[in-house]
């Protein structure tokens, strides 16, 4: 079976989970869970092509301070010499800043994420992680990423993503991403690859409350750099989420 080690660009898609709203009152306490086809996290399987449930919890606090975690089921194989387990959940955890830059359509959002796999006992473990600064204006946003060293102590990490949303129709919406992937030396793919771009256009659905979703999301990577597998290949991802 393929490392985890190898395969995994970490996760965690806390940016699932709507960390930067800010409520109107003082204090606000929210939850989310989700059922998705394929957990992608920039572009690449948390759970061998596999369907994932997820959820997670949010509180946030006047004048636009937030905290929260979110968990995710993964599957990065087995061990096949039986030396220890990659783990079967992620745990994200994560605290920051949002707000308007002044009386303007201009916002920031600061932020800081753990991500932690229990269970996982392969030395290195892949617990890492990341500082966030994310700029915005209207409905588009512009962030940078960055980890001091990456999953499973693989090095420096830079990665820079951008995100268009738009709703029409009432009731739906279309989300454009974009994101690129540097990381500081070698030995995180099967290759010599040291970045890569992630790409996705999702659309969505509210019925009744619920958040119906379809995306197609994809790398620029090729099999040999994901161990000869389709991990990284372009997908139809699917899920149903519900915020409570």
């Known amino acids: 079976?393929?490392?985890?080690?190898?395969?995994?660009?970490?996760?965690?898609?806390?940016?699932?989970?709507?960390?930067?709203?800010?409520?109107?009152?003082?204090?606000?306490?929210s939850a989310n869970v989700a059922l998705v086809s394929d957990y992608r996290f920039r572009g690449i399987t948390q759970t061998g092509n596999d369907a994932a449930i997820q959820g997670g919890f949010d509180a946030?606090?006047?004048?636009?301070?937030?905290?929260?975690?979110?968990a995710s089921s993964v599957d990065f194989g087995d061990v096949t010499d039986g030396s220890g387990s990659y783990g079967t959940m992620e745990i994200d955890y994560y605290a920051g800043w949002s707000g308007p830059i002044g009386d303007t359509d201009?916002?920031?959002?600061?932020?800081?994420?753990?991500?932690?796999?229990?269970?996982?006992?392969?030395?290195p473990t892949g617990d890492y992680e990341e500082f966030n600064i994310t700029g915005s204006w209207k409905d588009l946003s512009v962030g940078?990423?960055?980890?001091?060293?990456?999953?499973?102590?693989?090095?420096?990490?830079?990665?820079?993503?951008?995100?268009?949303?738009?709703?029409?129709?009432?009731?739906?919406?279309?989300?454009?991403?974009?994101?690129?992937?540097?990381?500081d030396d070698e030995g995180f793919f099967a290759t010599d690859e040291t970045n890569y771009t992630d790409y996705s256009i999702t659309l969505g659905y509210t019925f009744k409350g619920v958040d119906l979703s379809v995306a197609w999301v994809g790398t620029d990577l090729d099999d040999e750099d994901?161990?000869?597998?389709?991990?990284?290949?372009d997908t139809a991802v699917f899920s149903i989420s519900k915020s409570l």
């Open 226 to 233: 994901c161990w000869d597998t389709n991990y990284c290949d």
């Open 60 to 70: 946030s606090f006047e004048p636009g301070f937030y905290i929260g975690t979110w």
């Open 1 to 29: 079976m393929l490392n985890k080690k190898l395969i995994s660009t970490a996760v965690g898609t806390a940016l699932l989970a709507g960390i930067g709203a800010t409520s109107v009152q003082a204090f606000d306490l």
């Open 106 to 123: 201009f916002g920031i959002d600061v932020g800081y994420y753990y991500y932690q796999y229990p269970g996982d006992t392969i030395d």
């Open 144 to 183: 940078v990423t960055y980890s001091d060293d990456f999953y499973a102590e693989t090095g420096k990490y830079w990665y820079y993503g951008a995100d268009y949303s738009l709703s029409f129709a009432e009731d739906f919406s279309l989300g454009f991403h974009a994101g690129y992937n540097d990381f």
